[in-house]
């Protein structure tokens, strides 16, 4: 048999475009940007609130947030205005009488005029409202959409931040236990002539420092309670969050990229170049005359004659041809068309920053995890250990032990900072962290 290599390639590249229609396409259409993510949440059987979930509270603001409510009537308004520019113009009834009173005898010499007309849309002009008007209503729905995701979006940090004020609490209260014992030790050693004073006034600042540090935690936390609570409209003070695990490794920014194209930024001035066309079209469309047809009945007293009327009429546009107007809109989509063709462009540079920062944040946060916090532990029991020992001045090991709390707070940090990294990117394309799995095959 001979072989064909030029054929064989050719069989090769087909097959391997097949595989990419077949297999990469289908993910990409069926991922689902801008689903309304109340919509998704499974009900809670119970809500616990001092062991809240994510879901539970999403499932708390689905069901109270005002903006969700008013969203949905945003788009009830929309629709509903699609209807009127459906509508034909009305026609027009029209009475005429002349030749009444004055030397005439009353109304014996009278000329009535009974006319009906009817303007006739000849150029497209209402298709060109309604087009108009489902512009309107998709850039309404799509609102309402985007609102829903901000409200997610807004829920999700406040819930993590509720997070990263009890662990700041927990740490606040570790670190006054420790200061409290370190005073005790102090007082015994300097009883003992083991220390001079300054060590226990140096341990009695420390105390009293915690304890502000403590004091303030413990404000916050009421604050972010109170702050998550407003998003169901609730007051609800006794709160517990609870965490959850860090969002998994994500797609590389390859995989992300054909997303951008219904982006936060971009589809807003794709929806409104859309619109602008369509109020183009509408203007165009006005620009050209409308024909009347008018018909009607004539009667004459004096012979007692009745006669039929017929009538057209027609507008020159010689003068005003909407030229105004069509200029004015042809400008602003130039405009609008600039900004949807750079939105892209920002869109991918906020992706790739997105995407990067949360690399090096979970660099960040491994490093913490495996290294420098146990080091750091390992490092203060050292000194602790020393200290109670007394071969260690206090001074030493209140640096160490400052440096623990850094480090601990270091951790929670960064903790903080990927879940609103994460959350920044669900908001930029309009799909949860868990849908995005889908494009890596999981």
């Given at each position: 048999m001979e072989y064909n290599s030029s054929r064989y390639l050719s069989s090769v590249l087909l097959i391997g475009l097949s595989l990419v229609v077949l297999c990469g396409t289908p993910?990409?259409?069926?991922?689902?940007?801008?689903?309304?993510?109340?919509q998704?949440?499974?009900?809670?059987?119970?809500i616990?609130?001092?062991?809240?979930?994510?879901d539970m509270a999403l499932q708390l603001v689905g069901q109270a947030n005002k903006s969700l409510l008013a969203g949905q009537k945003s788009i009830d308004a929309a629709s509903s205005a699609v209807e009127q520019p459906g509508l034909r113009p009305n026609p027009e009834f029209e009475l005429e009488s002349e030749n009444m009173g004055g030397s005439l005898n009353g109304f014996r010499e009278t000329e009535i005029t009974v006319l009906l007309s009817q303007e006739l849309e000849l150029w497209g002009q209402r298709g060109a409202r309604r087009n108009a008007a489902n512009r309107d209503r998709d850039f309404a729905i799509w609102q309402a959409k985007a609102a829903a995701s901000d409200v997610c979006a807004e829920t999700r940090i406040r819930f993590y931040e509720l997070i990263h004020a009890q662990n700041q609490v927990e740490l606040a209260v570790?670190?006054?236990?420790?200061?409290?014992?370190v005073t005790d030790a102090a007082r015994i050693r300097m009883e003992k002539?083991?220390?001079?004073?300054?060590?226990?006034?140096?341990?009695?600042m420390e105390l009293e420092s915690a304890r502000l540090e403590l004091a303030e935690a413990e404000t916050e936390i009421e604050n972010a309670r109170l702050h998550l609570a407003a998003m169901w409209n609730g007051n609800d003070t006794i709160i517990a969050a609870v965490d959850d695990d860090l969002p998994g490794n994500l797609p590389p920014v390859d995989i992300l990229m054909p997303l951008i194209e219904r982006s936060r930024p971009v589809i807003v001035w794709s929806l409104e170049k859309e619109r602008l066309e369509a109020l183009l079209g509408l203007e165009r469309?006005?620009?050209?005359?409308?024909?009347t047809l008018s018909g009607g009945l004539k009667r004459s007293e004096a012979d007692k004659a009745n006669s039929f009327v017929a009538g057209i009429s027609l507008p020159i546009p010689v003068f005003d041809r909407n030229q105004g107007n069509v200029k004015a809109l042809a400008a602003r989509l130039e405009e609008v068309t600039y900004e949807w063709e750079q939105s892209s462009s920002e869109a991918e540079a906020e992706l790739s920053t997105i995407l990067k920062t949360l690399d090096r944040l979970r660099s960040s946060h491994?490093?913490?995890?495996?290294?420098?916090?146990?080091?750091?532990?390992?490092?203060?029991?050292?000194?602790r250990h020393a200290y109670e020992n007394g071969r260690t001045p206090y001074s030493e090991f209140l640096e160490g032990e400052r440096r623990l709390i850094d480090v601990r707070s270091q951790h929670l940090d960064v903790h903080l900072q990927i879940r609103r990294e994460a959350v920044a990117l669900e908001r930029l394309l309009g799909i949860s962290l868990d849908d995005l799995s889908v494009l890596k095959g999981e």
């Open positions: 993910v990409l259409a069926q991922t689902p940007q801008w689903d309304n993510p109340f998704s949440q499974a009900e809670v059987s119970e616990v609130f001092d062991s809240l979930t994510p570790d670190a006054t236990e420790l200061a409290s014992e002539g083991a220390a001079p004073p300054s060590e226990l006034l140096l341990s009695e469309a006005n620009g050209k005359p409308n024909l491994a490093a913490l995890d495996t290294l420098i916090l146990p080091k750091a532990m390992q490092v203060f029991e050292s000194l």
